[in-house]
């Protein structure tokens, strides 16, 4: 359960870390092994994006690379149990399945389709995309502008879509 923080944010302040370094204390006051296990993972990740960011450029967004790194954990995990149950291994499934809901806690709202599909289907329009040719430049527009709303695997077969018909 995240706990809201009752101090006023400033447009700069990255929210989602704030967020995750609150349900870390929270958990550990909770004595919550679990939790704070995972909330660790991802406080590691972070750490390592951010490492790895240092090398190049600095990212325009903070939120967007925390949300960056948790989409990808959040499919790592969604792979592992996929494997785990095929495997017959439902304890480590289990596991997986529980990291997966402390991730998905801090990712911002996804986007439901048809909300994803009237989003690409601006940004199609607003760039002028007419061709399949077109849909590199549509899903850079759609990375920036919607990263961590939209799963970019689905963003790319709706902007296909929206492209070919």
Do not use: H, W, Y
Request: some cysteine.
């Amino acid at each position: 359960m995240l706990i809201a923080c009752p101090k006023a944010r400033d447009n700069d302040s990255p929210v989602i870390r704030d967020d995750i370094k609150t349900a870390l204390v929270t958990a550990m006051k909770a004595r919550d092994s679990e939790r704070t296990a995972a909330i660790r993972l991802i406080q590691a990740a972070i750490k390592n994006r951010d490492i790895e960011a240092r090398t190049g450029a600095a990212p325009a967004d903070d939120d967007a690379l925390v949300a960056e790194v948790l989409q990808k954990m959040a499919k790592q995990r969604r792979e592992s149990i996929d494997m785990f149950d095929k495997g017959g291994r439902a304890e480590l499934a289990a596991a997986e399945r529980a990291e997966l809901a402390v991730i998905e806690s801090f990712m911002p709202k996804q986007m439901d389709e048809a909300e994803a599909k009237a989003a690409i289907a601006g940004v199609v329009a607003e760039l002028g995309a007419t061709t399949v040719k077109d849909m590199g430049r549509v899903m850079v527009a759609v990375k920036e502008r919607f990263a961590g709303q939209i799963d970019m695997s689905k963003a790319s077969g709706l902007v296909k879509a929206a492209l070919a018909g």
